[in-house]
T-cell receptor, first 113, second 111 residues
Framework: SQQGEEDPQALSIQEGENATMNCSYK?????LQWYRQNSGRGLVHLIL?????REKHSGRLRVTLDTSKKSSSLLITASRAADTASYFC?????????????FGTGTRLTIIP | DAGVTQSPTHLIKTRGQQVTLRCSPK?????VSWYQQALGQGPQFIFQ???????QRGNFPDRFSGHQFPNYSSELNVNALLLGDSALYLC??????????FGPGTRLTVL
């Protein structure tokens, strides 16, 4: 079963705008990660945030984590056409290396040129 | 340095048949995990292999089995295929030090 859900399920914005996706999960976690998937192919790891962190940045990506609400958000700033993809959050109960990933249902992001 | 590779890219089978999917991990990785992704859904964990043994298993029937070889590559076998087994099968490799790196996947269609 899925650990959580992303919201919205689909999002379309103009190129240059910011995109925000949310993820909710059900159980206590060790860390939460965001992945990107293009056209139903392999997943690309974007960023990881640990349960004791509240915010993390990587380039145009900003991730926040609220463990009290069991939720996370991914912000992509100054969106580009190449950002069009599906985005998934995934949680683990243990360390980053080998723990199984429990994925949400994904947000399909479309950037309109 | 090649990343995670999977073969074949696409596969079409009929109900009741058996299928074997293959995965070669990223160099330096010793652990392989398999995930099933149905259309429009997030990936679901099938099982994980380390030191040639199944270390963790998700909620999948015994029709799903696997193997890891001494060179760390892995196979996923599915017996008695059902229509519902149609999905993208993803392999991820990892080590204790780093995160999980995914391959491009094998798209299985069961007719």
């Amino acid at each position: 079963s899925q650990q959580g859900e992303e919201d919205p399920q689909a999002l379309s914005i103009q190129e240059g705008e910011n995109a925000t996706m949310n993820c909710s999960y059900k159980t206590s976690i060790n860390n939460l990660q965001w992945y990107r998937q293009n056209s139903g192919r392999g997943l690309v790891h974007l960023i990881l945030i640990r349960s004791n962190e509240r915010e993390k940045h990587s380039g145009r990506l900003r991730v926040t984590l609220d463990t009290s609400k069991k939720s996370s958000s991914l912000l992509i700033t100054a969106s580009r056409a190449a950002d069009t993809a599906s985005y998934f959050c995934a949680t683990t109960l243990g360390g980053f290396g080998n723990e199984k990933l429990t994925f949400g249902t994904g947000t399909r992001l479309t950037i309109i040129p | 340095d090649a990343g995670v590779t999977q073969s074949p890219t696409h596969l079409i089978k009929t109900r009741g048949q058996q299928v074997t999917l293959r995965c070669s991990p990223k160099s330096g990785h010793d652990t392989v995990s398999w995930y099933q992704q149905a259309l429009g859904q997030g990936p679901q964990f099938i099982f994980q292999y380390y030191e040639e043994e199944e270390r963790q298993r998700g909620n999948f029937p015994d029709r799903f089995s696997g193997h890891q070889f001494p060179n760390y590559s892995s196979e996923l076998n599915v017996n008695a295929l059902l229509l519902g087994d149609s999905a993208l099968y993803l392999c991820a490799s990892s080590s204790a030090e780093g995160g999980q790196f995914f391959g491009p996947g094998t798209r299985l269609t069961v007719l």
